[in-house]
């Protein structure tokens, strides 16, 4: 059974700084994507940033480039979103998602974590 456990949310000040870790389990893809999205109150689920765990290629959505850096530890199969100058507007809950091998799916979801920025 696949599960996806992220920790690191809370509360911070704009400027401030959050980082997100999300550890996956019950699989053994060497080849896929993780990635991150949020969601804000009365808005649509956007995608924040994604890596290719095989070859370490990310991407960021255009309002976060700059300020946040996703990373993927292959020993545990760990991704990590560090967010520094954070804003109000990245006030979300955010999401850990994992794709199947060679995939862009994300079929497996975290439970997610609450990040507010005052």
């Known amino acids: 059974q696949v599960q996806l456990v992220e920790s690191g949310g809370g509360s911070v000040q704009a400027g401030g700084s959050l980082r997100l870790s999300c550890t996956a389990s019950g699989y053994t893809y060497n080849r896929n994507c993780m990635a991150w999205f949020r969601q804000a109150p009365g808005k649509e689920r956007e995608g924040v940033a994604r890596?290719?765990?095989?070859?370490?290629?990310?991407y960021y959505a255009d309002s976060v480039k700059g300020r946040f850096t996703i990373s993927h530890d292959s020993t545990d199969n760990t991704v990590t979103l560090q967010m520094d100058n954070l804003k109000p507007d990245d006030t979300a809950m955010y999401y850990c998602?994992?794709?199947?091998?060679?995939?862009?799916?994300?079929?497996?979801w975290g439970q997610g974590t609450q990040v507010t920025v005052s």
């Open positions: 890596i290719a765990t095989g070859s370490g290629n990310t």
């Open positions: 998602a994992a794709s199947r091998e060679y995939s862009n799916d994300f079929v497996y």
